[in-house]
């Protein structure tokens, strides 16, 4: 067979794509830049915390603008992390198919795309919301990129306790939007999240040490044993149980009760993988990792109810 042949038969066998699919792989890759299942959180915290600085429903649109201008500088940190990250994404399992992995993306259209969207939120938060805001989100950004992807990932095993403060940010931004300053109550929800933080990342780094370990990332499941990593995750679960109650004067008896049962539930689940890792029985990690994103979801869906229809606990003079 000709090499023109050849050519052909390989082209009848693999037909490219029309200039539709291309198109929607293209928008699929760099919506996959974003990291959209990490703009979860974003989506999750975000809104009872503009409700508890309401004390009620705020404007739809001032939830909708801030939703908006958060997805973008959540999507811009996810964009840069992703650059900064190619060489490691390449060869970690969990992360092989991410679009620089996979060249579906130039690293410079990356690059571009990230400063674009971190520049967009600004511009966004500041013509929708108010500059602190729109500051906010910009120092959110620079922080996640220069400080936890370029300087803490990949020296120190504290990585994700320093570097997590960047997911703790969306509470404090919606804060902001809706009163133009940030008082005591968003500081609590970002210490909530602070705290959570850690046991959700190690207990998947958990299940995917070993890439960590491929990968040269010193997360503390690849450089400590498993014993030690649990018994971390104990100590921050009942961190964060204790800091979620610092919030109860500003809540109501919803919120009083889920942070109450919500947090042993999920610390009782923290001390049952760390009892199974001490005995050497077979642990599932991710069965906690899950169980987190619920734990978090049921403490912020209660305060969200709580600040629209419910009284205080404590109706203090300080607090409002």
Sequence with gaps: MSITADASARSHHHPRPDWKTRVRNSVGSYVALTKP????LLLVTTIPAMLLAQRGLPSPLLVLTTLVGGIMAAGSANALNCVADADIDAVMKRTKARPLATHSVPKRNALIFGVLLGLGSFGWFFATTNLLAAVLAVATILFYVFVYTLVLKRRTAQNIIWGGAAGCMPVVIGWA???GTVEWPAFVMFG???FWTPPHTWALAMKFSD???AAGVPMLPAV???AYVTRQIVIFTWLMVAWSLLLVPAAGWLYLAAAVVAGVWFA???HRLHGQVRRGEKANPMRLFHMSNTYLMLVFVA???DSAIGLPVLNWPWTW
């Design 268 to 270: 009782v689940l923290t």
């Design 192 to 194: 909530v999240i602070f």
């Design 303 to 305: 305060l969200a109810v």
């Design 211 to 213: 890439d960590y370990k």
């Design 224 to 226: 400590a044993e498993p």
């Design 37 to 40: 299942r990490v703009i979860e």
């Design 177 to 179: 939007a809706v009163t």
